[in-house]
């Protein structure tokens, strides 16, 4: 049970929310375009949290209900979101399927939702993430009674999307056992031929290595050692992949492509990098930094071709592009003394922000093509 419990912590920290920023400001609404829509958390009483759709001029809409939800990813094909469930009750720990279900977008009305996957016994499906073409959700396979011995089966798994629960086939599996590592799906190359998965040692403090894996022959093609594949470039031919620096604990980013001598790092020297984001034109990239102490030094826009860098906003992090790269959604906490999540707005040149939703949580914009390869870390 203790390496069970090792591997649910480890789980936990690859997926962990950025630290709240404390703000001040009050304003209204802001006014964004017709196409910019999003779909965020939001906490009930009783702590558990539900999906809701935001959409310029029109009221929020609930997508979820019931027990709450786990992680969420969109798919773009048609729009639509993919969420665990919670499966049974916790014994001891939650066991999660996947659910689908299509996003009301212009005139057209939200479908009902669909379960996907709906594995028995001791399995429960993490981490999912959604093929650039749509048709297929990508996703850990962990069996509880397993998990963390010997006799656990590294690999991961898919299911289809849109359709009524079908058989969920194994995508790729680890020529090793792997007892103390989990692989995590992070991100697919935009055309699809590339996924990159991370090995992720339950030890904490170790990055564990990226493998890129070839989605046609299923092999892994390159493997990075001690690094993180965080994004692929929109044009798909570079990365942006992070390391932890032994000495301080800083996660500096570096561009470049799948030749590792190609890296170029763009975190300046004691500054953190977390929660990066491409534009949708792949010239800027917007990241949340904190200083060598951990402070947080809100959003910064990085210049991808010079790597010079300017902040857009000292408050906030977790941001996100609109789809039309004019504007960047993030988060930001209020400043009573519960720290109550709310989702902002700001034009990418610059500004005042807006506040969009108050308690709103883990938000993803819809009609990103760079959403759904992304977690919902903000590290």
Known sequence: MRKIARAMIAIAAFSALASPCVCAERTEPAAVSQKDSFIFARSTENQEENLWQWREGAKLQPVTSGKGVGRFVLANNPPAVVYQVPMGEPNPYQRYG??????????????????????????????????????????????LEKFGTADYDAGLWQCKLGTAQKKTELFWKSSQKHPGMIHVPVAFSPNGKYLAAQRTPFSAGDIGDSLIIDTRTKTVYRIFTRARVELWHPKGDKILASRIDASSGRRIFFIGTLDVSDWKPVTPEGINDGSPAFSPDGKKLAVHSRNEYGDSLGIWLVDVPSGSRKRLTPLGGLPKWSADGKKLFFRRRDDSTEWVPEIWVIDATGGEPKMLVKNGDRMRVVSSPYESGTDEGGR
């Not at 379960?115 to 962990?142: C, H, M, W, Y």
């Open 98 to 143: 996947l659910t689908y279900k299509s996003l009301a977008v212009g005139d057209a009305e939200a479908s009902e939702p669909i379960i996907i996957d709906k594995p028995e016994n001791n399995l429960s499906d993490l981490n999912q993430i959604v093929s650039p073409d749509g048709s297929r959700a990508v996703f850990t396979r962990v069996d």
